[in-house]
């Protein structure tokens, strides 16, 4: 199989919605809401960057990666950025996720192809950085890390984790966007 990684389409919607559902229907953390945090960063205009991950079958044109069962030509994967705000008024941060890979596709780098691409597109629109609410031991082979002086209310401090890509790790806490309210 090969993994193309590219910008949502409008004609993706649907895909990403039940592909984000499926994922998540069995996530250890999850409210099962996720799937609306998108459509709602989207219709709000927050939807700053959205990656899907596309099996690209034998015609892609990106590395290959070893994934059976994932084959055609399907959205299999798909990535969420938005602004974050920074109690100190740092700007141009932001927040990734929700992030999620169709649960057969799984364990085969596609999650980690669209985390680097994600904070790839990041530093290529000019972001100063990117948090990310997850598990250490995955967002932790990017570079993210918990940081003490940057905190998330109301969650364990280990899971909120942090990248610069320019200047020092802001201090303060920090809000995403009402959308996760959804
Ligand atoms: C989390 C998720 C996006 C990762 O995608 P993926 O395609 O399975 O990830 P990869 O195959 O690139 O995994 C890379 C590595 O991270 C590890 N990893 C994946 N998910 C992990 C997790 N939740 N905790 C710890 N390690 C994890 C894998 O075991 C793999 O390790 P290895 O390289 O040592 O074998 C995917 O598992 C998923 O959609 N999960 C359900 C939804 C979810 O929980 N989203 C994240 C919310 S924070």
Redesign the pocket.
Known sequence: MIIDIRLEEPSDVAAIERLTRK??LD????SHTEQFIIAELRKAGRLTISLVAVDAGDGGRLEPLSAPGCSGRSIV?HVALSPVTLSDGSDRWYGL?????L?R??????????VERALAELRGIGAAGCV????P??YG?FGFKAEPSLVLPDVPAEYFQAIAFEGAIPVGTVAYDAAFDA
């Open positions: 994922a998540f996530a250890p953390h999850t994967g996720g929700p992030i999620a890979v649960p596709c799984q364990g085969q780098g596609v999650g980690s192809r669209l990310v609410l997850g598990e031991g995955f082979r």
